[in-house]
């Protein structure tokens, strides 16, 4: 702690009479979950200096101090790290992957408890491109220190998309609590938990050549497909009438569950929305 | 604090977190979600985005989001104040949003990904 109330130090006045004992307060809990206090003692001396070297304009004699006291601080909490004994921690992980999405928490649960584990695998309904996917991670509680980061690995979606996570890096030695969510078929009227772009491999509107078109040309296949459609403009929801009426684009969307979707639109063509670039989608 | 050249004003359809940095838009994002202190939000953004924000990057990032009347400090809780996005924060994020996803759903489509 005494590292941290060196950094500390290093901020103008001004700021530690603002934030100075909360962010004490916040390095002891970061320290709590096992966050190297030299790590936070950087950090903030980081901030520090950006602090200080950021003053109104015409202040150049003050810029010209603050870079003088942040020089100051840094050599004097850098001979503070360089003294402290503290070991660095040896950095080894477990690599878990899905591979058999029908059954992806299950053989999650199973690679878990082999590394001995105690990690709560859970499922969401998602949108079918994101089924056996994990749809969010991590540590819980004391256990979110630094050195229990988790990370994802990246593969490919169902139905053949790339960029979700299918799989987790995590600490060894981990021992604490943490969540796994993973995505399931949503069952019929079902909202989606998480959800992928309407237009996305394995998505309800892929291939259907309506990225890019007018909503006057969108209109008869999406009443075909029998979905429930809201218009967003970027301003907000807007009434079906008044998006056809504008002779709006479609450029992206997303579906809130297997009847019912979240159309954006766009007053100007979306570019690169050519049949040429659908011809990409694997269509 | 106006908006520097290139800016844009969440409120009128333009991106002022266009440079901000990441640190900012993580904190508008998980404010978007209610109101948070410190050590909630650095929580928070780990579960969310996987990233440790550090403690001096976090109240830097406060600071310029409440300079920018993005984020307001609510009345300190024993010794934590809390923050809340403000109407404007929410516009800036809606747009900062949008504005990635043009660049996501144009980079997709040009290499061939087939997906947004």
């Not at chain 1, 928490?105 to 990690?119: D, E, K, T």
């Not at chain 1, 979606?157 to 993973?182: E, S």
């Not at chain 2, 604090?1 to 969440?10: K, L, S, V």
């Amino acid at each position: 702690m005494r590292l941290v109330q060196t950094a500390l130090r290093c901020y103008p006045q001004r700021w530690r009479r603002r934030h100075g004992e909360e962010a004490a307060e916040l390095a002891r809990l970061l320290m709590r979950d096992g966050t190297p206090a030299r790590s936070i003692a950087w950090s903030y001396l980081k901030g520090a200096t950006s602090t200080r070297l950021v003053l109104p304009p015409g202040r150049r004699l003050g810029a010209a101090m603050g870079a003088l006291v942040a020089a100051a601080c840094s050599l004097s909490v850098s001979l503070a790290l360089v003294s402290s004994s503290a070991p660095a921690s040896a950095a080894s992980v477990v690599r878990l992957r899905i591979t058999d999405r029908a059954g992806a928490a299950g053989q999650l649960r199973s690679l878990l408890r082999a590394h001995h584990f105690g990690i709560t695998v859970t499922q969401e309904p998602v949108s079918p491109s994101l089924v056996g996917s994990i749809i969010t991670f991590g540590a819980r509680g004391p256990s979110a220190g630094r050195g229990n980061v988790f990370s994802g690995i990246t593969g490919p979606c169902a139905g053949g998309a790339r960029g979700c996570v299918d799989g987790i890096v995590l600490p060894v030695h981990f021992t604490g609590a943490a969540r796994i969510v993973v995505g399931r078929a949503a069952g019929p009227g079902e909202r989606y938990a998480a959800a992928a772009g309407i237009f996305r491999q394995g998505e309800i509107l892929h291939c259907t050549a309506l990225l890019g078109d007018s909503v006057r040309q969108a209109l008869p296949v999406l009443a075909a497909l029998h979905l429930k459609v809201a218009w967003d403009t970027g301003g907000g929801p807007a009434s079906r009438e008044h998006v056809a009426d504008r002779r709006y684009y479609v450029a992206g969307g997303t579906a809130r569950s297997a009847a019912s979707i979240s159309i954006r639109v766009t007053a100007n063509k979306p570019a690169g929305s050519t049949a040429a670039s659908r011809h990409g989608q694997n269509c | 604090m106006a908006p520097r050249d290139g800016e844009r004003d969440g409120a009128g359809g333009r991106d002022v977190l266009h440079r901000a940095g990441d640190a900012s838009v993580l904190i508008l994002t998980s404010l978007a979600g209610g109101t948070k202190h410190g050590y909630a939000l650095i929580k928070d953004i780990r579960d969310f985005a996987g990233v440790q924000l550090g403690p001096g990057t976090l109240y830097g990032a406060l600071d310029r989001l409440e300079r920018l009347g993005l984020i307001e400090a609510l009345p300190a809780e024993e010794r934590r104040h809390p923050y809340r996005i403000t109407p404007a924060g929410a516009a800036a994020l809606r747009v900062h949003l949008d504005s990635i996803e043009r660049v996501s759903v144009t980079g997709r489509l040009r290499l061939g990904l087939g997906g947004i």
